[in-house]
């Protein structure tokens, strides 16, 4: 039998992971393996790669890498997507449960019987630039001037774990996402690529964003994008503290507590169990 690799597609709102275990496949992950994999045509398609359980600093973690192979420290989404399959695979029977990612333990908690909800304590925001990273004297960057592919914005900076960039707009598409999501993702001011989330205030509960991640591209959602946009529409006084983000693929609640911690509320569900055989990748 020829040997193949497993495994299973999930999405939350649309943003959609490949989960690979290591207990289940012998593998080695590289970037440009894990680009073909995601790729839609000639691939799989997906967003990204889940790469777990592994263990991470003595703790139960995942790896989590963009379309494009590189890897990022946090994904609000893959979070919810991974909690579901440890669930499902029972390599958790707690409700409550932490995840290890490279920007650090994220605690999780699945609200029903199907987990297929999941609110997440996302940890605390920085606008701080060196934090972020944003080239430039140390300052938190709120509102400030920005040139991308020649035109002029005003643009809030901060990181979730990962780098994120809110512009807010009188209307937001996918065709603008698109247009300005590779400008931004590879400006010179952000030595770590940045992801970049353009917003529309609806009311002080509801922003409308539309969103273009660095390493995947433009997604119909994104956990890190929907607590970016939240966090910076409260920093600049433009809403509540419960913001709902409506984004294509649907809906994320944000919770901002008064010590700045976030929480998301996001659902997920399972696609496929899929494999690939070792000669996909030769
Ligand atoms: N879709 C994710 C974000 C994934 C990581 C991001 N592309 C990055 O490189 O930081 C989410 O749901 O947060």
Not at 91 to 97: L, R
Not at 162 to 182: T, Y
Not at 191 to 196: A, F, K, T, Y
Not at 239 to 252: A, C, V, Y
Request: proline residues 2%; glycine residues 10%; negative net charge.
């Amino acid at each position: 039998m020829t040997d193949c690799i497993t495994m299973i597609k999930y999405q939350g709102l649309g943003n959609d992971y490949l989960v690979l275990d290591p207990n289940k496949n012998r593998v080695q992950l590289q970037g440009k393996k894990i680009a073909l994999m995601c790729q839609r045509g000639f691939g799989l398609g997906a967003d990204g790669v889940l790469y777990g359980p592994v263990d991470i600093n003595g703790k139960m973690g995942v790896h989590i890498y963009n379309s494009d192979g590189s890897e990022a420290a946090i994904s609000g989404n893959g979070v919810c997507i991974f909690a579901k399959y440890l669930l499902d695979h029972e390599y958790v029977k707690e409700k409550k449960f932490e995840i290890k990612t490279l920007s650090g333990s994220i605690e999780v908690e699945c609200l029903n019987s199907r987990a297929t909800e999941f609110r997440v304590n996302m940890g605390k925001a920085s606008f701080l630039s060196r934090e972020i990273p944003v080239t430039g004297e140390v300052r938190e960057v709120i509102n400030e001037d920005f040139t991308f592919n020649n035109k002029d914005y005003k643009a809030t900076c901060l990181t979730i774990g990962n780098p994120h960039c809110i512009i807010f707009m009188d209307e937001v598409s996918e065709k603008a996402a698109r247009e300005l999501g590779p400008y931004v993702e590879n400006a010179d001011e952000f030595p770590e690529r940045m992801n970049l989330q353009i917003c529309r205030k609806i009311d002080t509960g509801n922003l409308d964003i539309e969103i273009w991640e660095r390493g995947s591209g433009y997604t119909k959602a994104s956990g890190t994008g929907s607590c970016a946009a939240a966090m910076a529409a409260y920093k600049l006084g433009l809403t509540e503290n419960r913001i709902n983000i409506n984004q294509p693929g649907g809906m994320i609640q944000i919770d901002i507590h008064e010590d700045g911690t976030i929480y998301m509320t996001g659902s997920v569900g399972y696609v496929a169990d899929m494999s690939v055989a070792e000669s996909f990748f030769s």
